[in-house]
């Protein structure tokens, strides 16, 4: 019941920020969960999406489909953060501008790269944001980590382990797969708050993995007490 209300809170608040990205991510989501879960649910998550499309709000379903919209104004809004985001990379590829999104902002402002009409605040795109940030050993390292992690978990997942673990290792790695989605559109890690907690699920998915692999060892199963 608790876990039910925790969710239906998450779903409501996800529904009233109007964010196609995180409604993309979230589909990513439940569908890599039931994945990992059970494949052959899979049909069955498609048929449930399919017939819930009608049930939502007006306001919502016409949200949706302006996510193809290039005349869109959140759309066309992003293409100038992404062409000035890119031709700063250009400029900076290896060594970055710096660690924090003021110092990202002024290197931009500073090249005269950035002709959008709302101000440049960031990338609105966690990869983009991390090149620009750290060079390319940040977004090389950062990419490294994330696949890692979740190929990690999706082993992991297939592993004689308790019910427990396996569902907690499952779920952390669908909520960090649905996160890197829809980091693809936003730069999630703006508000301190948000980061923290995308690091804390990180973790949680590792602690997964490694009480798996733990309890796989000591059934004498392959896997290995790694990480």
Same mark, same amino acid.
């Given at each position: 019941?608790?876990?039910?209300?925790?969710?239906?809170?998450?779903?409501?608040?996800?529904?009233?920020?109007?964010?196609?990205?995180?409604?993309?991510?979230?589909?990513?989501?439940?569908?890599?969960?039931?994945?990992?879960?059970?494949?052959?649910?899979?049909?069955?998550?498609?048929?449930?999406?399919?017939?819930?499309?009608?049930?939502?709000?007006?306001?919502?379903?016409?949200?949706?489909?302006?996510?193809?919209?290039?005349?869109?104004?959140?759309?066309?809004?992003?293409?100038?953060?992404? @062409?000035?985001?890119?031709?700063?990379?250009?400029?900076?590829?290896? @060594?970055?501008?710096?660690?924090?999104?003021?110092?990202?902002?002024?290197?931009?402002?500073?090249?005269?790269?950035?002709?959008?009409?709302?101000?440049?605040?960031?990338?609105?795109?966690?990869?983009? @944001?991390?090149?620009?940030?750290?060079?390319?050993?940040?977004?090389?390292?950062?990419?490294?980590?994330?696949?890692?992690?979740?190929?990690?978990?999706?082993?992991?997942?297939?592993?004689?382990?308790?019910?427990?673990?396996?569902?907690?290792?499952?779920?952390?790695?669908?909520?960090?797969?649905?996160?890197?989605?829809?980091?693809?559109?936003?730069?999630?890690?703006?508000?301190?708050?948000?980061?923290?907690?995308?690091?804390?699920?990180?973790?949680?998915?590792?602690?997964?993995?490694?009480?798996?692999?733990?309890?796989?060892? @000591?059934?004498?199963?392959?896997?290995?007490?790694?990480?």
């Amino acid at each position: 019941l608790g876990a039910l209300c925790a969710a239906g809170v998450g779903i409501m608040a996800l529904g009233m920020t109007y964010s196609r990205a995180s409604w993309i991510g979230a589909v990513v989501s439940a569908a890599v969960f039931v994945f990992l879960w059970n494949r052959k649910l899979i049909p069955g998550l498609i048929l449930l999406g399919l017939l819930a499309l009608p049930m939502l709000p007006d306001t919502i379903f016409n949200r949706i489909l302006t996510i193809f919209n290039l005349k869109d104004s959140s759309t066309s809004s992003r293409f100038p953060l992404y @062409q000035a985001a890119l031709e700063m990379i250009r400029e900076r590829p290896v @060594q970055g501008a710096g660690l924090g999104t003021d110092a990202v902002r002024l290197a931009i402002k500073d090249l005269n790269l950035y002709h959008g009409t709302a101000p440049f605040v960031h990338a609105h795109n966690l990869y983009l @944001q991390i090149w620009l940030e750290t060079g390319l050993i940040g977004i090389v390292s950062y990419l490294a980590a994330m696949i890692s992690g979740v190929k990690a978990a999706s082993k992991a997942a297939r592993l004689h382990c308790s019910h427990e673990v396996r569902l907690i290792t499952i779920g952390a790695a669908a909520a960090v797969a649905g996160i890197l989605v829809d980091c693809l559109a936003d730069y999630l890690w703006n508000y301190p708050r948000v980061m923290v907690i995308f690091w804390f699920v990180f973790s949680v998915m590792l602690s997964g993995v490694k009480l798996a692999r733990r309890a796989a060892a @000591q059934k004498g199963e392959p896997g290995g007490p790694r990480l």
